[in-house]
């Protein structure tokens, strides 16, 4: 179901980054595709099933990614896309949605507030409507990714992936889990953004009242129920990392790899970064899932990033 320009992408150890983060490095690149993230993973299956049923539109509500890989996978299906985002969501990512022939529709609030409407759409126009994490769809096409690791690494001891509502962390910690259970599954989210981190440790779902990070693609605040109880089967640790650390990951990413990323992407180099001790020796996988970032924010934010130390 999956178009083949979202599978098979590049991974491979990138020597550059382990000097400075003082253990083995392989990097997972899901940025090397049409809409530089790994959400068409899971739209592809989704619009497929949709065009194979015979509907004729979907909505959803997106931080950005899954906007624009709802609307890249409808368009080639004959789906008409409606996708509700923040207003505030990065103009880069609005913009490539439009591109990408889908209607947008913007609310002034967050992404939580764009699930509301989004369900409202659906109730009102009678069209299925897209939840990221909650439909196993979503899940099932990033659990490719770990399919893809199990796959081609001769060995890793860890995992470490963004946690947002959860469809990459349990996809892809569901594989793990059946087909190389010793390597650990970390999930890594922004400390402006715990709310799924905290659900996870008190093993009962947390609700924020806001968030307050530059990784907006997993800035979420109301964790859905069913997904914490996936997470929990899955997931081996969920750490909470600073924002200086998420931009200094991306300068490192930047500096020694070459990549630029937007920070949900960074999370990985950030677990690092804070807990170098914990890594040493160690063989980890970062995905580095989007590159999906407004340039101008993306300068300001690298130009001064000091590295930390430990």
């Known amino acids: 179901m999956i178009d083949p320009v979202f599978l098979d992408t590049p991974l491979y150890r990138c020597e550059a980054l382990e000097t400075e983060l003082g253990c083995a490095v392989s990097v997972k690149l899901e940025t090397a595709n049409p809409i530089r ?9 989704i619009a497929s099933l949709l065009a194979g049923d015979g509907s004729r539109a979907v909505v959803c509500a997106s931080a950005g990614n899954l906007g624009q890989a709802l609307a890249w996978s409808g368009r080639s299906r004959g789906l008409d896309v409606t996708v509700v985002a923040s207003r505030f969501a990065p103009a880069t990512k609005l913009d490539r949605i439009r591109a990408f022939g889908a209607r947008l529709e913007l609310v002034d609030g967050d992404f939580d507030l764009a699930r509301q409407r989004a369900a409202a759409i659906a109730r009102y126009d009678g069209i299925r409507l897209v939840e990221d994490s909650l439909d196993i769809e979503t899940c099932e096409g990033a659990a490719t990714i770990g399919l893809e690791l ?12 963004a946690l947002g509502g959860g469809a990459m962390a349990t996809g892809i910690g569901h594989v793990l889990k059946a087909l190389a259970p010793g390597v650990e599954v970390i999930c890594v989210q922004p400390l402006g953004a715990p709310a799924m981190t905290h659900s996870w440790h008190r093993r ?25 109880d996936d997470l929990l089967l899955v997931a081996d640790d969920a750490v909470l990392v600073r924002e200086a650390s998420i931009i200094a990951g991306m300068r490192l990413l930047l500096d020694h790899a070459g990549l630029v990323v937007e920070p ?42 000091p590295i930390p130390r430990s």
């Open 264 to 305: 949900s992407a960074a999370l990985g180099v950030a677990a690092v970064l804070e807990d170098r001790d914990r890594f040493a020796g160690r063989h980890v996988v970062t995905i580095v899932c989007g590159g999906n970032v407004d340039m101008d924010a993306y300068h300001r934010w690298v130009g001064t990033a």
């Open 204 to 228: 009962s779902v947390v609700t924020t009242d806001s968030t307050d990070t530059i990784a907006d693609g997993v800035a979420g605040r109301f964790p859905i129920p069913a997904v914490l």
């Open 37 to 45: 993230s790994f959400k068409a993973r899971g739209t592809e299956v």
């Open 150 to 161: 199990v796959d081609t690494v001769p060995s890793f001891d860890a995992v470490l992936i």
